[in-house]
C-alpha cells in the first residue's frame, strides 16, 4: 500500500511545466503609495528581488500570489495584471478587486492554468517571519499520516481512551473493605459476649441460690425477734386486775347517760299524763260531744268526708240556681226591647194582628220577589248606560262620510300627480341650448363639406382635414338631435302629469271642504291627514249607532218586566195582610231598584220582631224553673244539716246562713277529731316513758354487775349514783394502758405464728428455728454479696440476648459483603480497563515503530535528504510521532534530538524550509508554480546561507522560477558571489529603481546590527592542505588536540581519526563535513556526492567509527556517566531541602555515582531516607549514571571490539591493525 | 416394611449470610435467607416428610448470627409443621452446624454425622420405620480423603437408605472430601443427595442409585446460570428414587449470544438485543410452564450479553455499551431482566487476510491477530509479547489493585491465554478504529481558477 502511495505522490517536476511569471502589473495596491510600477523582463530560473524597505517587495510578491490565486487574493482591492508563461501557452491574468480576467494566447478564457488549491499557496510562500513563526504541526501530521499509510495510530489510540479512576474504586473498595471488618469485628464481639451467656448463666444460679437461702436466714432471725417480743407482752398484760379485762372503756360514759335517762323517763311521764287530763276537758266542751266516744277517724270522716261535702254541694248548686234565675230574668228583658224596636220600625205598615200570622214562607217569596226586582232594575241601569254611550255623540251622518272620503281620494290623487315645475323650466332652456347647438353642429358640417369639396377640387392640402372637420361636426349634429328628442319626450311627459293634478283640485274645490292653505305638498298633505282624522270619527258615530239599533228592543222590555214584577208584590202582600201602600210612598233610598231594597227592608224587620218575641218568652220559662229547684235544693240542705247542729240552731233561709252554718259544723268536727288524737298519743306517751324508765335501771344493775360493783346501801340515790360513778372511772382509767398490752401481745403472737407456719416451708425448719441469732448473721454476712450481683448478671444476659436476637434478624454484615464485592468487582473492571489501555498503548507503539521506517513517505525522504544537505549532516530530521506528531532535528554530532523550540532560529529556518520545499516539490501536481522566497536567508551563517542557496539553485534548476525578496545587500551579495547560482538563470532587479524607493544603502547594515557583512564573498571554511602532510601532521594542521573521551557520541567524534587518507579527509572538511555523525547522515540521506566522497571511502570510515563505537561502548561498562545537578533534580528522588546538599557532596565526589550512594548510605547527610536513597539509585541505573557492573579488562574491551567490526575485517575492508591504530589515536591522551 | 414412598425437600449451598453478586440491588427477595424461607413454605405446603439439608448452609464468610437466625427460624417452623429436619455439615459450616443443632437442641432437627463419623437415623412413620438416612459432616474446613473410607456397608434390610454427604464428586485432588460416582454407587442405596456443587445435577450410579447435586436454591454469582432451587425427592422400598426441582429461586443468571451480523446501521443495536432477550425470557417461561407444575418464574434475571458476529459498528456498539448496561430493563412474565456485562466477541466486516496484505499498521495489526486466532504468535512477536506481559504485570501490580490481589480475585501477573485474548480484543478494537479513519488522500487534488 505503501509502495502505491509513493507512486502516487512521486516527484512529478520532471515531466511537468512550470508557470514562469514574466511580468507583473501593478497600477493600484491599497497597500502601496505608488500608483503604478511595473516588474518586467523576468527571468524563469533565480529572480533577485531587492530594495530598500517600502519599495514594494511584499506588495509584489503579493502581486504574483494574487494572480496565481485570485480566488483568495492577498491584495483584494488591487488592479494588477501578470503575464505567464506555461509551457509554449502565454497567459495574461487580470485582476481588479476581485473581478479576474484570464487570455492565453490572446484569446479570452473562462479559467485559468491549472493550479493547486488556494489552501496550499503557503507552501509557496516561505518568508523569514512566517518561517520563525510557523507551525509544522501540519506537515508533521501529515507525514505521520502518510507514514503510516494515511492511518493515524495515535489518533485511533486517542479515540479508543476510555476513563477509569482506579483510585476512586480503590478508595471505594478499601471503605467497603473497612465497613465489612467493622461489621464482621462487631459480629466477633458479640459472638465472643455470646460466649460467656453460659458461664454468666451458672453465675446467675448461683446468686440467685444464695439470694434464696438469704431470705431463708433473714426469716430466721425475724422468728428469733418475734419469740422474744410475744414473751414481753405476755408479762405486761399479767400484771392487770381482773374486773380491768372486763371494762370496755365507756363504762363511765354509760353509766352517766343511763341515769341521766332515768330521770328524763320520769319527767316525761308526768308531762304526758298532765296533758292527756287536759285534752279529756277539751272533748267534753265540743258540740259533738256525743262524738265523744267515736275514734277520733270515724268523726272525721263522717262529718268532714261525708256531710260536709254534701252540704258544700248544694251550697254550690244553690249558687248556681241563683245565676240561672237572673240571666233568664235578664234575656227575658233584652228580648222584650228588642220586639219593641222591630216594631216601632214596622208598626206603620204592618197591622198588629197580622205579625204574628205572616208565615216564613210567605217571607221567602217576599224574598224572591226583591231578588227579581233587583236584576230587572239592574238590566235596566245597563241599557240606560248603554244608550248614553252609543248615542251621547254626534249624530251617524253617512253622507258626510263619504264626502269626507270623495276629498281626501282628490287631494291623494293631487299628490300622486307631480310636477316639477323648475325641472320643466330647465329642460326647456336645455332644449333651447341643444337646438341652438344642434344648429351651429349642422352649420359646421356643412361648411366642412362644402370646403372640403373645395379643397379637394382645388387640389389643397388641407382638404383631408375639412372632410374630418365635417364628419366630426356632422357626428355632433346627430348626437345632439338624439339628446334633444329624448329631452323632448321627458318634456311632453310632464305636461301630461299636470293636467291631472288641476283635474283633481278643482274637483276637490267643488266640495264644501275648506282647501288647503296653499296648493303646495306640504299644505296638501296637512289638509289630507286633517280629513283622514274626520273620516275616522265619522265612521265610529256610524258604527255606534248600528249597535244601539240593535239593543234597543231589549232596553225597552225591561219596563214591562218591573211592571210585572210590581203587581206580583201587591198581590201577595195583600195575601198575607200587608199595607204596603203606606210604606212605597216614601221616596226610593238609592234611587234604582227601590222596590227590591224596601221589600228587603220590610222583610228583615218583620223577621227580627217575630224572634225577639219568641226569645221572651222562653226567658220567662226559665226563670220559673229555676226558682223552684233553689227551692227545693235548700230544703235538703236543712234536712242534712239539722242532726249535726246544737239545739239552738234555726234552720238556714238564705245561701249566706247555709254557708255558715256548714263552715261552723266543719271546724267543730276538725276541733273534736284533733283532741281525740292528742288524748291517743298523750297515753300512748306515758306508757311508753314507764317502760324505758324500767329498761335503764335493768341495763344500770347490768353493768355494775359486769364491773363487779355493788351499791352502796342507806344512801339517796344521787349519792349511790356519784359513788358508782367514781368506781367505774377508776376501772375505766385503767382501761388503755391494758388494752396496749393485749394488742401488743396479739400482734406479737399472730407475727411468731406467721413465721413458724413460712418457716417450716423450708426443707429443715429444725436447722434454721435452732440456729443462734449471732450464727444467722454471719451466714447472711457470708452470702449477701454473692446474691447482690444477681440483677447486674441478670441485666448483662438480657442485653447480651437481646442482641443475639437483632442480629440474627439483620442483614447487615450480608449486605456489607456485597457493598465490598461489588466494590471490587468495579476495581476488576477498573483493572481490565487499564489492562486494555496498555495492552492498547503497547500494540499502537508496537504498530508505529514498525511501520515508521518502512512507509515514510517521498515528501518525508527528501525533506530530510534536504535537511541533512543545508546543514552539512549536521542534523538528522525525525518525526517524534508520541504525543501528536512533530519535527525534530537529531545532532548527528551530539546524538541528541531536539524539537523546534529548541532548536536556533537558523536551524529551525533551515529545518522548516526543507520539509516546505519538500512539500512543494513532492506534493505538486499540476504545473510547477513559482517559488518565493522573503529574506530567507537571514538569520542564517555564511555555511547555512550557502547551503541554502545551493538547495535554491538545485529547486530552480529543475525548472522552477524563483523569486528572491530583499532588502539587505548583504544577502544580494550572497547570490552574486555564489557559485551555485551559475548554473541557472539569475537575475538581479532593484525594486526601489522602478518604484522609486529611497536608496537601497540607507536600510543596510543599519537595522541589522546582527549581521557582519563578509564582504560580500560567501563563506568558506578554513581548511589547511593536506598536501605532503602524513596523517599524525594533518592533526596538528587540524589543530586536533588529544585523544578522545570514550563518553563522548560517536556522532562527534572528528573525521581525523576515523581517516587514514589526508586527502580524502581535507576534501571531506572541505565540504563543510568534519565530524562522523554528520558523514553518516548525508550518506543516509544519499548525499555523499556533495562532499565528493566515494562508497568505498565511506564505507571504510564507517567500519572504524564501527570499532570506535564498540570500543567507546566497552570502555563504559562499569563507569557510568558522572552525576550532574540536573540529573539529581530530575531523579525526583530529592527534595528541595536536600538538593543543595546533596549537590554538594556529588561535587565533592566529582560526580561518581557510586560514592554519592555511600556517602548517602552512610548518613553524611542527616535525615535523608533511605527509600529516597534506593529512588536515587534506581534513576542512576536507569539513566546509565551509575553502571554496577564489574569494568572490563583490556582484552575484554578488545575482544568485543573485535567482536563488532568482524563481518567488515572478514569483508577485507578494515584489517586488525588498522582497528588497533583507530584505537590507539582515540586513547592517544 | 413400609409401603408408601418418602417426600423429602433436599436443597444445599444455601450459604445463607452471603448475597449474590453482579445483581443491580440488594434486596432480601434475592437473599439466601428469603429463598429458604420460600423452601420451608412449600415443604410445609407440599407436607414433605423430610428436609434435608446437604451441606455449606452458612456461609463461612457469615457464619455469625445473620446466617443463624433464619436457619433456626426455619428449622422452627418446620419442627411446628411436624417435619423433620435432617442435615450435614459442609466446608463452610463444619463449625456452626453442630453449634445450632446445640442450641435449637430439639427433636426434629438433626445433625448427622459429627465430627467426620458417620450417622444412621431411622425415620418412622406410625411407629414403622420407613426410610433410613446416613449422613457425614466435615469435621473441619478441608478435608482431603474419601469420607467414604470409613463407611461400612450393610446387608440389605428392606428400608430404603439415603446418603447425605457434602463431597466433591469425581475429583480427586479436592480438598473438599473427594468422591467417586463408582464407589457411591456401590453401596445400593436408593439415593444420594450431595452439596458443594453449587450447579444442580441429577444422575445415577450403578445400581440406579439417584445421585443428586441439589445445587444452591439462589444462583450466588454470573457462573451459576439455570434454573436454581430445592429438589423434591421421593423414595420407596423396591423403586428407584426420583427427583424433581422446584424453580423457587428469585433470581437468574444467564449468558446470552447476539449475532449481529446482520445489523444494517447502528442505532438497530437496541432493536437487536431487545428482540434477542425478550426471545429468551418467553423461552424461559415457556420452559417453566412445560417442566412442572410448579410453574414459577424468576423475578430478576441478570444477562450476561456476548456479542458476537461480523459487524462494521464495533466502535458505535461499544459506545452504547454503558447504556444498555445502565438503563436497559426488560419485563416479561413478571421476569424483570436487566444486562449485567457486555462482552463484545464481534469480528471486523472486513477480512482480515485482505488487510493483512499490505505493509501499514492495520496489516502489521491483522497479521498478528490472524496468528493469534490460527494458534501461537510467532517468534517476531514474542517481545511484544515479553513487554506486554511486563507492563500488564506491572499495572496489577499497582497499589490500587491491591485489593484484588488481596482477595485473590488476581494474581501477580498474568497467564498467556489471557494475554492473548487482551491482545485480540484490543487488537481488533485498534483495527476497527485504524480502518474507520481511513480516508482518501484527494488533499492535493489541483484546481482551476475561476472567474470571479
Not at chain 2, 22 to 47: K, P
Not at chain 2, 303 to 311: A, D, F, P, Q, Y
Request: aromatic content about 6%.
Amino acid at each position: 500500500m505503501s509502495e502505491a502511495l509513493e507512486a502516487k505522490s512521486a516527484p512529478v517536476s520532471a515531466r511537468r511545466g512550470a508557470i514562469v511569471c514574466e511580468k507583473i502589473a501593478v497600477h493600484r495596491a491599497r497597500s502601496f503609495r505608488t500608483a503604478h510600477f511595473e516588474v518586467g523582463e523576468l527571468c524563469g530560473g533565480i529572480n533577485i528581488i531587492h530594495g530598500p524597505n517600502a519599495a514594494g517587495k511584499t506588495t509584489l510578491a503579493h502581486a504574483i500570489l494574487t494572480l496565481l490565486w485570485p480566488q483568495d487574493p492577498e491584495l483584494e482591492r488591487a488592479e494588477l495584471v501578470g503575464h505567464f508563461r506555461v509551457g509554449a501557452e502565454r497567459w495574461r491574468v487580470g485582476f481588479e478587486a476581485g473581478r479576474v480576467h484570464y487570455q492565453c494566447d490572446g484569446i479570452d478564457r473562462d479559467l485559468g492554468p491549472l493550479l493547486p488549491p488556494a489552501e496550499l499557496r503557503d507552501r509557496y510562500y516561505l518568508g523569514l517571519r512566517d518561517l520563525l513563526d510557523g507551525k509544522d504541526e501540519d506537515y508533521a501530521a501529515y507525514i505521520a499520516r502518510e507514514s503510516a499509510g494515511g492511518y493515524d495510530v495515535g489518533a485511533a489510540l486517542s479515540a479508543l481512551s476510555e476513563s477509569s479512576s482506579k483510585r476512586a474504586s480503590f478508595r471505594k473498595a478499601d471503605s467497603a473493605r473497612a465497613a465489612l471488618r467493622g461489621a464482621e469485628a462487631a459480629q466477633d464481639d458479640l459472638r465472643r459476649e455470646a460466649g460467656s451467656l453460659r458461664e454468666l448463666r451458672q453465675q446467675l444460679q448461683r446468686a440467685e441460690a444464695a439470694q434464696t437461702r438469704l431470705e431463708w436466714l433473714g426469716l430466721a432471725l425475724e422468728f428469733h425477734a418475734a419469740d422474744a417480743l410475744h414473751m414481753n407482752a405476755s408479762q405486761r398484760l399479767s400484771a392487770f386486775a381482773p374486773a380491768v379485762a372486763m371494762v370496755r372503756g365507756d363504762e363511765a360514759q354509760r353509766f352517766e347517760a343511763l341515769c341521766g335517762r332515768i330521770r328524763e323517763a320520769k319527767a316525761a311521764q308526768e308531762s304526758a299524763r298532765q296533758r292527756r287530763d287536759e285534752l279529756s276537758a277539751a272533748i267534753a266542751q265540743s258540740p259533738l260531744k256525743w262524738h265523744a266516744e267515736r275514734e277520733p277517724g270515724s268523726v272525721e270522716a263522717s262529718v268532714l268526708d261525708g256531710i260536709v261535702p254534701t252540704l258544700d254541694h248544694y251550697l254550690l248548686e244553690m249558687e248556681r240556681l241563683m245565676r240561672d234565675g237572673l240571666a233568664s230574668e235578664a234575656k227575658a228583658v233584652e228580648a222584650e226591647a228588642k220586639a219593641s224596636k222591630a216594631w216601632q220600625l214596622i208598626s206603620t205598615c204592618v197591622e198588629p194582628s197580622a205579625l204574628e200570622t205572616i208565615s216564613a214562607e210567605a217571607l221567602r217569596d217576599f224574598s224572591d220577589l226583591a231578588r227579581r226586582f233587583d236584576r230587572v232594575a239592574g238590566e235596566e241601569w245597563a241599557y240606560k248606560k248603554l244608550r248614553g254611550i252609543l248615542t251621547g255623540g254626534n249624530a251617524a251622518d253617512l253622507a258626510r262620510l263619504e264626502a269626507l272620503r270623495a276629498a281626501a281620494r282628490r287631494l291623494r290623487g293631487w299628490l300622486r300627480s307631480p310636477a316639477d315645475e323648475a325641472q320643466s323650466a330647465r329642460a326647456h332652456k336645455a332644449i333651447r341650448w341643444m337646438k341652438m347647438t344642434r344648429a351651429a353642429a349642422l352649420c359646421a358640417a356643412i361648411s366642412g363639406a362644402v370646403a372640403s369639396l373645395w379643397g379637394g377640387l382645388n387640389a389643397q392640402e388641407l382638404w383631408p382635414v375639412w372632410v374630418a372637420g365635417s364628419l366630426v361636426f356632422l357626428l355632433l349634429f346627430l348626437a345632439i338631435w338624439r339628446a334633444l328628442r329624448e329631452l323632448r319626450a321627458q318634456v311632453d311627459e310632464g305636461k301630461s302629469q299636470g293636467a291631472r293634478r288641476d283635474g283633481f283640485r278643482r274637483d276637490y274645490e267643488k266640495s264644501d271642504f275648506p282647501a288647503p292653505e296653499a296648493w303646495q305638498p306640504s299644505a296638501v298633505e296637512q289638509r289630507l291627514d286633517e280629513i283622514e282624522q274626520q273620516i275616522a270619527s265619522v265612521s265610529s258615530d256610524v258604527e255606534k249607532a248600528a249597535v244601539w239599533s240593535h239593543e234597543e228592543d231589549a232596553y225597552l222590555a225591561t219596563a214591562k218586566k218591573q211592571r210585572a214584577l210590581s203587581q206580583e208584590r201587591d198581590d201577595l202582600a195583600a195575601r198575607v195582610g200587608l199595607n204596603l201602600d203606606l210604606h212605597f210612598g216614601r221616596q226610593f233610598i238609592l234611587g234604582f231598584g227601590g222596590e227590591a231594597a224596601e221589600l228587603w227592608w220590610l222583610i228583615s224587620h218583620i223577621h227580627a220582631w217575630q224572634q225577639a218575641r219568641i226569645e221572651a218568652a222562653s226567658a220567662g220559662a226559665g226563670l220559673a224553673q229555676t226558682r223552684a229547684n233553689f227551692e227545693e235544693i235548700l230544703d235538703k240542705f236543712r234536712q242534712v244539716i239539722r242532726p249535726y247542729l246544737p239545739d239552738a240552731t234555726s234552720d238556714a233561709r238564705d245561701i249566706p246562713t247555709a254557708q255558715a252554718q256548714t263552715r261552723t259544723l266543719e271546724k267543730a268536727a276538725r276541733v273534736l277529731g284533733q283532741n281525740l288524737r292528742d288524748r291517743l298519743r298523750a297515753q300512748d306517751l306515758l306508757q311508753s316513758e314507764e317502760a324505758r324508765g324500767a329498761g335503764e335501771l335493768a341495763e344500770t344493775q347490768l353493768l355494775l354487775e359486769r364491773l363487779q360493783l355493788d351499791a352502796p346501801p342507806g344512801e339517796s340515790a344521787q349519792m349511790r349514783d356519784a359513788e358508782l360513778a367514781r368506781a367505774i372511772d377508776a376501772l375505766c382509767a385503767q382501761r388503755p394502758a391494758y388494752q396496749a398490752a393485749k394488742d401488743e401481745k396479739l400482734a406479737a403472737q399472730a407475727h411468731l405464728q406467721r413465721l413458724r407456719t413460712r418457716l417450716e416451708q423450708f426443707d429443715e425448719p429444725t436447722e434454721l428455728l435452732q440456729s443462734s441469732r449471732e450464727a444467722l448473721q454471719a451466714e447472711i454476712q457470708e452470702l449477701s454479696n454473692s446474691a447482690g450481683a444477681r440483677d447486674a448478671i441478670l441485666s448483662q444476659i438480657a442485653r447480651i440476648d437481646s442482641r443475639v436476637e437483632d442480629a440474627k434478624k439483620s442483614s447487615a454484615l450480608e449486605q456489607k459483603r456485597a457493598d465490598y464485592q461489588a466494590a471490587l468487582h468495579q476495581l476488576s473492571e477498573d483493572l481490565d480497563a487499564n489492562n486494555r489501555s496498555v495492552t492498547r498503548m503497547i500494540l499502537a507503539d508496537f504498530l508505529q515503530r514498525e511501520t515508521r521506517d518502512s512507509t515514510r513517505p517521498a515528501v518525508f525522504r527528501r525533506a530530510r535528504e534536504l535537511f541533512a544537505r543545508i546543514t552539512h549532516g549536521r542534523y538528522r530530521l525525525d518525526l517524534e510521532e508520541a504525543d501528536g506528531a512533530q519535527f525534530r532535528a537529531f545532532d548527528t554530532l551530539k546524538e541528541i534530538a531536539q524539537g523546534l523550540d529548541e532548536l536556533s532560529s537558523g536551524t529551525r529556518v533551515q529545518l522548516l524550509l526543507a520539509v516546505r520545499v519538500a512539500f512543494v516539490e513532492q506534493q505538486e501536481q499540476g504545473a510547477k508554480l513559482p517559488l518565493i522566497l522573503d529574506e530567507t536567508l537571514a538569520n542564517s551563517d555564511d555555511p547555512r546561507a550557502r547551503a541554502i542557496i545551493e538547495a535554491v539553485v538545485q529547486i530552480a534548476a529543475e525548472g522552477r522560477q524563483v523569486f528572491y525578496f530583499t532588502a539587505q545587500r548583504d544577502e544580494v551579495q550572497k547570490w552574486r558571489h555564489s557559485d551555485a547560482v551559475h548554473g541557472v538563470e539569475c537575475k538581479f532587479i532593484d525594486l526601489g529603481a522602478i518604484t522609486g524607493a529611497p536608496d537601497f544603502e540607507a536600510s543596510t547594515g543599519a537595522q541589522r546590527p546582527d549581521w557582519v557583512e563578509k564582504s560580500g564573498v560567501v563563506y568558506q571554511p578554513d581548511i589547511p592542505s593536506a598536501d605532503g602532510l602524513s596523517h599524525a601532521a594533518y592533526k596538528e594542521a587540524l589543530g586536533i588536540d588529544g585523544g578522545l573521551d570514550p563518553r563522548m557520541p560517536i556522532g562527534s567524534v572528528h573525521l581525523w581519526y576515523l581517516s587514514d587518507a589526508p586527502r580524502a579527509l581535507e576534501q571531506i572538511l572541505r565540504a563543510g563535513i568534519s565530524r562522523w555523525g554528520a558523514l553518516q547522515n548525508l550518506e543516509q540521506n544519499d548525499a555523499l556526492q556533495t562532499v565528493g566522497l566515494s562508497k568505498a571511502q565511506y564505507t571504510r570510515i564507517q567500519a572504524r567509527a564501527t570499532a570506535l563505537a564498540a570500543f567507546f561502548e566497552a570502555w563504559k561498562i562499569g563507569r557510568g556517566r558522572p552525576v550532574r545537578r540536573a540529573d539529581l533534580e530530575a531523579s525526583g528522588a530529592i527534595s528541595d531541602i536536600f538538593i543543595d546538599e546533596v549537590a554538594a557532596l556529588n561535587n565533592f565526589y566529582k560526580g561518581n555515582a557510586g560514592d554519592l550512594l555511600a556517602a548517602l548510605e552512610a548518613g553524611e547527610i542527616k535525615g535523608f531516607y533511605r527509600q529516597k536513597r534506593l529512588d536515587l539509585a534506581a534513576y542512576f541505573e536507569a539513566h546509565e549514571i551509575l553502571d554496577q557492573r564489574d569494568k572490563l579488562s583490556d582484552s575484554q574491551r578488545w575482544n568485543r571490539v573485535l567482536a563488532a567490526v568482524a563481518p567488515q575485517i572478514a569483508a577485507g575492508v578494515l584489517t586488525t591493525q588498522e582497528v588497533r591504530e583507530v584505537l590507539l589515536r582515540a586513547v592517544a591522551s | 416394611m413400609p409401603a408408601s414412598r418418602v417426600k423429602i425437600l433436599c436443597t444445599g449451598d444455601l450459604h445463607l449470610g452471603r448475597y449474590p453478586s453482579r445483581v443491580d440491588t440488594n434486596q432480601h427477595r434475592f437473599s439466601g435467607a428469603n429463598i429458604w424461607a420460600r423452601a420451608v413454605d412449600f415443604a410445609i405446603a407440599e407436607a414433605v416428610d423430610l428436609v434435608v439439608l446437604t451441606g455449606d448452609i452458612v456461609d463461612r464468610e457469615n457464619r455469625f448470627f445473620e446466617a443463624i437466625g433464619p436457619l433456626e427460624q426455619g428449622i422452627r417452623r418446620l419442627g411446628n409443621a411436624g417435619i423433620t429436619t435432617f442435615a450435614v455439615a459442609g466446608n463452610h459450616d463444619f463449625d456452626v452446624l453442630p453449634r445450632v443443632a446445640d442450641a435449637l437442641n430439639v427433636g426434629y432437627f438433626h445433625l448427622l454425622g459429627r465430627h467426620g463419623d458417620w450417622e444412621t437415623r431411622v425415620f418412622e412413620r406410625d411407629g414403622e420405620p420407613i426410610i433410613r438416612l446416613i449422613g457425614w459432616s466435615f469435621p473441619t474446613q478441608h478435608f482431603p480423603q474419601s469420607p467414604l473410607d470409613t463407611l461400612v456397608r450393610a446387608e440389605p434390610d428392606g428400608i430404603p437408605t439415603v446418603g447425605v454427604l457434602h463431597a466433591d464428586l469425581d475429583s480427586g485432588a479436592s480438598r473438599y472430601a473427594p468422591v467417586r460416582r463408582a464407589e457411591l454407587g456401590a453401596y445400593g442405596f436408593s439415593a444420594w443427595l450431595l452439596g458443594h456443587i453449587h450447579r444442580p445435577s441429577k444422575s445415577r450410579a450403578l445400581g440406579e442409585s439417584l445421585l443428586l447435586y441439589p445445587g444452591s436454591p439462589q444462583p450466588l454469582d454470573p457462573g451459576e446460570q439455570g434454573v436454581h432451587g430445592p429438589w423434591l425427592v421421593e423414595v420407596g422400598p423396591g423403586r428407584p428414587a426420583k427427583a424433581r426441582q422446584i424453580a423457587l429461586a428469585s433470581l437468574r443468571y444467564a449468558q446470552m449470544e447476539v449475532d449481529l451480523s446482520s445489523m444494517q446501521r447502528a442505532d438497530e443495536f437496541e432493536g437487536i438485543i431487545l428482540e434477542s432477550l425478550r426471545a429468551r425470557l418467553h423461552q424461559w417461561a415457556q420452559q417453566a410452564r412445560e417442566s412442572s407444575s410448579h410453574a414459577y418464574l424468576p423475578e430478576r434475571a441478570m444477562i450476561r450479553l456476548k456479542l458476537v458476529g461480523r459487524t462494521r459498528f464495533r466502535r458505535e456498539i461499544e459506545s452504547r455499551f454503558a447504556r444498555v448496561i445502565e438503563d436497559f430493563e426488560l419485563s416479561v412474565e413478571k421476569i424483570v431482566a436487566r444486562v449485567e456485562q457486555v462482552q463484545l466477541a464481534t469480528r471486523p466486516a472486513l477480512d482480515l487476510s485482505d488487510i493483512a496484505r499490505g505493509n501499514d499498521p492495520p496489516a502489521l495489526l491483522a497479521r498478528l491477530l490472524i496468528e493469534l486466532e490460527t494458534g501461537a504468535p510467532s517468534a517476531a512477536y514474542q517481545p511484544l509479547f515479553l513487554h506486554l506481559r511486563r507492563e500488564v504485570a506491572q499495572v496489577q501490580r499497582d497499589n490500587a489493585f491491591a485489593l484484588l490481589r488481596a482477595e485473590q480475585v488476581v494474581g501477580d501477573g498474568i497467564d498467556t491465554a489471557q494475554l492473548r485474548r487482551l491482545v485480540q480484543g484490543e487488537g481488533l478494537r485498534l483495527l476497527d478504529e485504524l480502518v474507520a479513519q481511513k480516508r482518501s488522500h484527494e488533499d492535493f487534488v489541483p484546481v482551476r481558477g475561476a472567474l470571479k
